[in-house]
């Protein structure tokens, strides 16, 4: 096991769509949370997406019917779909992983981050 890594991450205009994965490699046994997170300047990290181990996805209300997030297990990588994008979705994203299925928005409670991956979008 060891630290995720994000990429895909680039610049869009607003309106566009962007597709960012993941390597979870060792991340996926057992029930587990695999999460998205993400950070403009000066604020907190911000839930986006959440998938469980059962297949259970979570959205927060401000990307719900623009973005997706998805599993390969085959390929041990995790996805977000990113459309529609606005300025306001400007941001370090993160991949998130943790064990167990409890309290999976919380970003404290995950204990392996990749670096990051920025996100820009311009009107």
């Known amino acids: 096991q060891g630290p995720l890594m994000e990429s895909g991450g680039g610049s869009v205009q607003s309106g566009g769509s962007l597709r960012l994965s993941c390597a979870t490699s060792?991340?996926?046994?057992?029930?587990?949370?695999l999460a998205w997170f993400r950070q403009s300047p000066g604020t907190e990290l911000e839930n986006v997406a959440v998938i469980d181990s059962r297949g259970v996805r979570t959205y927060a209300d401000s990307v719900k019917g623009r973005f997706t997030i998805s599993q390969d297990s085959a390929k041990n990588t995790l996805y977000l779909e990113m459309s529609s994008l606005k300025p306001e979705d400007t941001a370090m994203y993160f991949c998130?992983?943790?064990?167990?299925?409890?309290?999976?928005?919380?970003?404290?409670?995950?204990?392996?981050w990749g670096r990051g991956t920025q996100v820009t979008v311009s009107s």
């Open positions: 060792g991340h996926t046994s057992g029930n587990y949370c």
């Open positions: 998130a992983a943790r064990s167990g299925i409890m309290g999976c928005i919380t970003y404290s409670r995950y204990g392996v």
